[in-house]
């Protein structure tokens, strides 16, 4: 079975613009979360989806948004982009929430200039 | 708010001998526990975790973390490593009351195995 895809890898964008990235959960997976990891950071949580709704949301400024479709793939949009947003966003998918096996993709490298 | 103290940034270790890589965490509920590792240019993946029971837990390639509440612990430990567990570390922590706030991280460790 296919793991966790994400598109695009790597995006590169300018400041004030804005930036749309893809996940695919694994098959049979309901809730996509997604984290953004800053060089040198560990992952900081940004939000889970569960069943197309919003389920737990960290503290990331309204910039950040995501929603989830029917086939419970997921996008998450960040607008307005800050030279802070370069960092590497990882999805990661689980059964259900509140399931602690979280699968996460390979990440997409989003360099803001 | 939890938090995840990992103490050190960096380990160097020669190939074959024991190591051990230090988590601390801080929370005012109970918590669930967790050890991912991050190859070059990959996603994370769990190694192991500690939802419950034993205290001791295991992963099939010889690590295993053991579980101390009263020291908010969290350590891994592998008695002889290889120069294929050349990765970043991460110690991570969900609270048990129902898993929609994420997992939150520590800053990593960087595991260096020198031949």
Do not use: M
């Not at chain 1, 992952?43 to 950040?64: A, L, S, T, V």
């Amino acid at each position: 079975d296919a793991g966790v895809t994400q598109s695009p890898t790597h995006l590169i964008k300018t400041r004030g613009q804005q930036v749309t990235l893809r996940c695919s959960p694994i098959s049979g997976h309901k809730s996509v979360s997604w984290y953004q990891q800053v060089l040198g950071q560990g992952p900081q949580f940004i939000f889970q989806y569960y069943e197309k709704e919003e389920r737990g949301r960290g503290n990331f400024p309204d910039r950040f948004s995501a929603r989830q479709f029917p086939n419970y793939s997921s996008e998450l949009n960040v607008n307005a982009l800050l030279l802070g947003d370069s960092a590497l966003y990882l999805c990661a998918s689980s059964v259900y929430v509140g399931s602690y096996e979280q699968y996460f993709g390979p990440g997409t490298r989003l360099t803001v200039t | 708010a939890q938090s995840v103290t990992q103490l050190d940034s960096q380990v160097p270790v020669f190939e074959e001998a024991p190591v051990e890589l230090r988590c601390n965490y801080s929370s005012s509920v109970s918590v669930y526990l967790f050890w991912y590792v991050q190859y070059p240019n990959q996603g994370l993946q769990l190694l192991l975790k500690y939802l419950s029971g034993s205290t001791l837990v295991e992963s099939i390639n010889g690590f295993e973390a053991e579980f101390n509440k009263s020291q908010t612990s969290f350590h891994l430990r592998k008695p002889s490593v290889h120069i294929s567990d050349t990765a970043e570390y991460f110690c991570a922590v969900s609270d048990s009351g129902g898993g929609a706030d994420g997992l939150t991280f520590g800053k990593g460790t960087h595991l260096i195995i020198q031949p």
